[in-house]
T-cell receptor, first 113, second 116 residues
Framework: AQSVTQLDSHVSVSEGTPVLLRCNYS??????LFWYVQHPNKGLQLLLK??????LVKGINGFEAEFKKSETSFHLTKPSAHMSDAAEYFC???????????FGTGTRLKVLA | EPEVTQTPSHQVTQMGQEVILRCVPI?????FYWYRQILGQKVEFLVS????????KSEIFDDQFSVERPDGSNFTLKIRSTKLEDSAMYFC??????????????FGPGTRLTVL
């Protein structure tokens, strides 16, 4: 069975400092991994996805994530936080003959001025 | 940029009543999904739909739930007799194809269902 664990339910950073949102996955097969962001009263927006073509994936708004099979991790990073990054972030896994998404519990990112 | 839309944004209903949640997927997409998130819990898969058939469903999706694509644009989720535990945010999603499991699902803003 597949699963994802988001290690932090809340993360606070100061504007201009790096962001690290942690995600570990469990999968019997080569997984497909995604990060989605949800701003208040908005839908879930895709930030980036891992397609097995490259382990370092670049997404929108300066975010990137690195797939590390040995650590079963897919952490999301950004070098410099912006106030507009404040939102909830979801790590998602799919694959293994199913197209349904399996979500992590989410990490709420707060950016302090 | 095309978006998935959902109506209403908030639905309040009495226990035992039927509700229909509506979604308009992105126009050229062929695969449709419903997920839900109970407050404080994970987003959970309910059902996927393709070619006017359910292609996959979770154990949550019991006989009280049904989905339909009544016309060329809408995709609906019906709950026949709502229970208190159906209170949740319901998300609709669509995707263009399924050539691989990396196909991206595009989500709507959600409908918050409150059952009293």
């Amino acid at each position: 069975a597949q699963s994802v664990t988001q290690l932090d339910s809340h993360v606070s950073v100061s504007e201009g400092t790096p962001v690290l949102l942690r995600c570990n996955y469990s999968s019997s097969y080569s997984p497909s991994l995604f990060w989605y962001v949800q701003h208040p009263n908005k839908g879930l927006q895709l930030l980036l996805k891992y397609t097995s073509a490259a382990t370092l994936v670049k997404g929108i708004n300066g975010f990137e994530a690195e797939f590390k099979k040995s650590e079963t991790s897919f952490h999301l990073t950004k070098p410099s936080a912006h106030m507009s990054d404040a939102a909830e972030y979801f790590c998602v896994v799919s694959g293994s003959g199913t197209y349904k998404y399996i979500f992590g519990t989410g990490t709420r990112l707060k950016v302090l001025a | 940029e095309p978006e998935v839309t959902q109506t209403p944004s908030h639905q309040v209903t009495q226990m035992g009543q039927e509700v229909i949640l509506r979604c308009v997927p992105i126009s050229n997409h062929l695969y449709f999904y419903w997920y839900r998130q109970i407050l404080g819990q994970k987003v959970e898969f309910l059902v996927s739909f393709y070619n006017n058939e359910i292609s996959e469903k979770s154990e949550i999706f019991d006989d009280q739930f049904s989905v339909e694509r009544p016309d060329g644009s809408n995709f609906t989720l019906k709950i026949r007799s709502t229970k208190l535990e159906d209170s949740a945010m319901y998300f609709c999603a669509s995707s263009e194809d399924r050539i691989s499991s990396t196909d991206t699902q595009y989500f709507g803003p959600g409908t918050r269902l409150t059952v009293l």
